[in-house]
């Protein structure tokens, strides 16, 4: 929401702003919540990280927390200032991460193994490089949209071919949490002159940031059980803290 304030990063240049007053709290970050929202997805994304590293997951697990966590950077350098190049760099690797969950979710079924990856890699380089000159405003929106939706069916398929009643349990809360971030996201867009003029604002697209961070996490503990399983690796669900799922497996010794 701008508010007129010229501070440190200069006038705002991105295409989107938030329903949240620019430059309160700091003259170097222009929306506060919603940069600080991000924290929780680098943690989770870093914790995943460990977790797919010490138990020698597959390398596109290590990539994926890798892409969640320069996600989350960009983000934070988005809401930090406004500025249309730090947009692209969290709609950017928005992009890249959604075709690296196609990349995982299809490719155990993928007879030409070198053409997938081929493809997408070009795929992401070709959007990076137009976006770098184009603003596709409501345009980015309709493609990740459509991105997105490719990953439904083998989500669910996924989904039903799982036994586990703890791995389907964290598929649910993958579906909840998308689900809830949306509707607050969805408020805090449409919404915004009347939360604004609320004593207290519940910074809908900061908890946009919150749940999508777990959202990410349970994907991808969920994909990295599936992927176990297919693999013959006698995956568990086990819990941080008693809280936090992640994956325990069990490699064959000839592996």
Known sequence: MADGISSFWGPVTSTIECCEMNYAY????????????NVPGILLALIG????????FEKRFSILHISN???????????ATLQHVQQQSDETPMVWEILLYMYILYSPDWHYRSTMP??????????AAVHAFLRFGIGFKVHYV?????????????????EDTAAKRIAKWYV????????????????????????????????????????????????????????????KVKYFLGVLPYVKIEKPKTQ
């Not at 081929?118 to 959007?127: D, I, K, N, V």
């Not at 490719?150 to 996924?158: E, F, G, S, T, W």
């Not at 940031?209 to 992927?227: D, G, K, P, Q």
């Open 146 to 162: 459509i991105l997105c939706l490719l990953c439904i069916p083998r989500m669910y398929k996924y989904y039903i071919h799982t």
């Open 176 to 235: 909840a949490t998308i689900l809830v971030g949306s509707v607050c996201w969805f408020c805090d867009r449409v919404f915004c002159k009347t939360i604004s003029q609320w004593p207290v604002n519940p910074q809908g697209h900061a908890l946009w940031h919150v749940f999508m961070s777990f959202n990410s996490y349970c994907a991808n503990t969920f994909l990295m059980f599936c992927r176990a399983q297919q693999r013959g690796w006698n995956p």
């Open 49 to 56: 990280l460990v977790n797919a590293l010490r138990q020698r």
């Open 118 to 127: 081929t493809f997408l890699f070009l795929y992401g380089a070709a959007f």
């Open 26 to 37: 700091s003259s170097y970050i222009a929306e506060f919540y919603n940069t600080i929202s």
């Open 69 to 79: 966590m320069i996600l989350a950077i960009g983000s934070m350098l988005y809401h």
